[in-house]
Structures are given as C-alpha cells and as structure tokens.
C-alpha cells in the first residue's frame, strides 16, 4: 500500500523569523496555523500540491513562548540542542511527513527491516474550520531516522488540512530523500518522490526540495545524513 508525502518542515527559532524567512525566500507570506498544546510548538502553513502530491502542504514550525512544557520530547528532533544552533542561525528544511493510510500495518512493515519508527501517538489542534485530528509515528526520544530521510508516518482523522488552504503560488517540482535503505523505501512506497540510499558517510543532504516560486525556483537542503 503507497504512502504519499503530507508535508515539508521548516523549523525554525521562533515563529516570527520563520515567516519572514519564508517572505524572504519563497516570497509569500504563509497562512495560518495553530498550537500543538501537546508538543509545546506552533506553525504556520502554505500549500504546495500539484497533481503528483495531492494536498501537501509546506509548514513552518518553532516551539510556542506562550505553551506549558511538553511532558514528553517534542516531535522532529526539536529538543535536541545541535538542531536548536542551527536554526538559531536562520530557519531550515530539516524533514518530511507521509501520509498513510494504513499506519499500523507500515510500522509494521518498517520494524521488520530493522527500523523503529515509534508508536502511534493522538494529536490535534483547533482550526477556525473546526478541529484536525490525527495519528503520528513517534519515538519516545524525538529522534529522526536515517538523518531525517526517513519520512515520519501521520495518519488524519476526518479532514485534511489542505483542503481548507487557498493556493499559495508555490508549488512542489520535486523532492529527493537520501538515505532511506532500500527496504524501507519498498514498504513506504512513496508516491512522487525519488528516494535515494546513500552511504552513511555521504556529504549529500538528507533532503533537497526544488520549488517553484513568486521567486522563481527555489532548492532547499537540508542537512547531510
């Protein structure tokens, strides 16, 4: 069963650099997001689908001043202090999200070939739309897999939140994932992206995004495996 790519993160400092890091690179100013109350972190939100990436999405997050502390670590690797410099320094690509429609039987899949991906964790937010529910693959330690290549795993509950987002003038050309061992990438099967293993020892970034833009092109990197 195909999985599909859900959305690109960006995280960033706080919010506010990562909009205007946005309006500076991609050249429009993204929409509005929410509070994850139970991660302790914000976004906001652009859509980016063509007909190969139906409803993805591009979203830009931070941890939330205003939220209690999480009582768990926070999803994307956000707590850990070397990730925490880099973006201190400017907002960046750092991974991507699947779509699954079948999320137990792809954990599955993956612990077989040698992967923990986490368990299936509840979230949600509230959207002047009402609210989004959904289900993530989550590792008790934050951590990303296979240098962030490793897509994590997000099943929604109802509806998707790109059907509420107007377009945004940037839209995805593509998206190369480097690092994913083969045997993962045939359990995931993901539809309009090309992933790539790679040696550990390669210098080539996890992740390379090639949009198009009010800008023009734009390639983001993330960083190397």
């Given at each position: 069963m195909n999985t599909h790519l859900d959305h690109l993160i960006v995280a960033a400092a706080t919010l506010a650099e990562g909009?205007?890091?946005c309006e500076e690179v991609l050249g429009v100013t993204p929409g509005p997001g929410?509070?994850?109350p139970l991660m302790g972190t914000h976004n906001r939100l652009l859509k980016i689908a063509t007909p190969t990436c139906p409803d993805a999405y591009f979203e830009i997050i931070a941890l939330d001043p205003q939220a209690a502390p999480p009582q768990r670590v926070r999803w994307f690797g956000?707590?850990?202090?070397?990730?925490?410099e880099r973006i201190a320094q400017e907002p960046r690509l750092i991974h991507a999200v699947a779509r699954s429609p079948q999320l137990d039987m792809h954990r599955f899949g993956l612990i077989q070939v040698g992967l923990q991906p986490g368990v299936p964790v509840q979230a949600g937010r509230q959207t002047p739309q009402g609210p989004l529910a959904w289900q993530?693959?989550?590792?008790?330690?934050?951590?990303?897999?296979c240098g962030g290549a490793l897509p994590t795993l997000i099943q929604w509950e109802g509806r998707h939140p790109a059907q509420a987002m107007p377009d945004s003038g940037v839209t995805?050309?593509?998206l190369t994932l480097r690092g994913v061992p083969e045997r993962a990438a045939e359990v995931l099967r993901l539809q309009g992206v090309t992933v790539e293993p790679v040696a550990p020892s390669s210098s080539a970034p996890a992740l390379t995004a090639v949009l198009?833009?009010?800008r023009g092109e734009v390639t983001l990197h993330s960083d190397a495996p």
């Open positions: 909009v205007a890091w929410g509070q994850h956000l707590d850990e202090p070397a990730l925490r993530m693959l989550l590792r008790d330690d934050g951590r990303l897999l995805l050309s593509s198009q833009t009010p």
